[in-house]
Antibody
Framework: EVQLLESGGGLVQPGGSLRLSCAAS????????MNWVRRAPGKGLEWVSG????????YYADFVKGRFTISRDNSKNTLYLQMNSLRAEDTAIYYC?????????????WGQGTLVTVSS | EIVLTQSPGFQSVTPKEKVTITCRAS??????LHWYQQKADQSPKLLIK???QSFSGVPSRFSGSGSGTDFTLTINSLEAEDAATYYC?????????FGQGTKLEIK
């Protein structure tokens, strides 16, 4: 059974940093691209970033370029999102999602999400 | 960036009714169009991938069709448990984009 478990969310001040983690199990982690998708309060889903299975390719939405960094540790079956220079508009539930094609497919499985609140 | 426009944005429906949700892309996405269901306080779940392929374990009342720029999600014989927000998603071009969502309310 595929399981994705996010952690690391919380309350942070504008300009601050957070590191999200997504622990994966139930599948061969290094064989799958992974993505971060967020949902802000009262809004729809928004793709944030994706990374290929071996980590050689990383991709970002324009609104996080230069501020967020996606990475993975395949030896630990864990996906990360380093978020710097956080803004109020980054407040959202952040989900990790498995992608069967190299950041070019459907998101077959999703974690339960972790809430990030950016506020002073 | 490819813009996905869903319609309707909201629909109130009765059980056993047939529901059709459309998703129009601002440029062709081929068949790289997928549908998700998100219930309140839950994470999204994949229903249909590549326009018309049902994902494992999804009830047969859910089906998808279309290609290029126009796509449809159909729910036959709606059940009370189908109350949720439905999203389309394109993976043809980066950045991935989602439709704004269609909220289904069960009367």
């Amino acid at each position: 059974e595929v399981q994705l478990l996010e952690s690391g969310g919380g309350l942070v001040q504008p300009g601050g940093s957070l590191r999200l983690s997504c622990a994966a199990s139930g599948f061969t982690f290094s064989s799958y691209a992974m993505n971060w998708v967020r949902r802000a309060p009262g809004k729809g889903l928004e793709w944030v970033s994706g990374i290929t299975g071996r980590g050689g390719g990383t991709y970002y939405a324009d609104f996080v370029k230069g501020r967020f960094t996606i990475s993975r540790d395949n030896s630990k079956n864990t996906l990360y999102l380093q978020m710097n220079s956080l803004r109020a508009e980054d407040t959202a539930i952040y989900y990790c999602a498995q992608d069967v094609a190299a950041v070019a497919g459907a998101f077959d499985f999703w974690g339960q999400g972790t809430l990030v609140t950016v506020s002073s | 960036e490819i813009v996905l426009t869903q319609s309707p944005g909201f629909q109130s429906v009765t059980p056993k009714e047939k529901v059709t949700i459309t998703c129009r892309a601002s440029q062709s996405v081929g068949s790289s169009l997928h549908w998700y269901q998100q219930k309140a306080d839950q994470s999204p779940k994949l229903l249909i991938k590549s326009a018309s392929q049902s994902f494992s374990g999804v009830p047969s009342r859910f089906s998808g069709s279309g290609s290029g720029t126009d796509f449809t999600l159909t729910i036959n014989s709606l059940e009370a448990e189908d109350a949720a927000t439905y999203y389309c998603h394109q993976s043809s071009n980066l950045p991935h984009t989602f439709g704004q969502g269609t909220k289904l309310e069960i009367k």
